[in-house]
């Protein structure tokens, strides 16, 4: 079972279980502890500390969402930096190719002139 289904179950577990401690719980409670005791209904403070709960819960999931939605804008970012690197050593091995035929263009003419200029010379000695 994935846990997003035990998470769901469980919180509406938690929900019938605080509202039936709620419900059956009225008798007045003293409350202490930030001054004067307050007698208040037993069911406000299951429902105060449901609420508390289901506030943590909350902003931890706030957290693991915000986290993964910046995980998730990285590995887009990531993979256009991955396309422009392929397209940057795309770019550089024409580049490279491009050298080389320039440099080979070079050879060849260059030995193409010395061909000629020693057919000269033979054609030059040949004839006197």
Do not use: H
């Amino acid at each position: 079972m994935p846990s997003r289904n035990l998470f769901f179950i469980s919180s509406i577990l938690a929900t019938i279980a605080a509202i039936y401690l709620g419900c059956t719980n009225l008798a007045p409670f003293a409350l202490s502890g930030f001054g004067a005791p307050v007698q208040i209904p037993l069911t406000v403070v299951v429902f105060i500390s449901y609420l508390f709960g289901a506030v943590s819960v909350g902003s931890f999931w706030l957290t693991k969402k915000s986290r993964q939605i910046s995980g998730e804008q990285k590995l887009v970012q990531w993979a256009n930096q991955d396309q422009k690197l392929m397209a940057e050593i795309a770019s550089d091995k024409e580049k490279q190719l491009e050298a080389k035929i320039a440099t080979l263009d070079v050879a060849l003419k260059s030995a193409l002139k010395k061909k000629s200029e020693l057919e000269q010379k033979l054609n030059a000695t040949e004839s006197r």
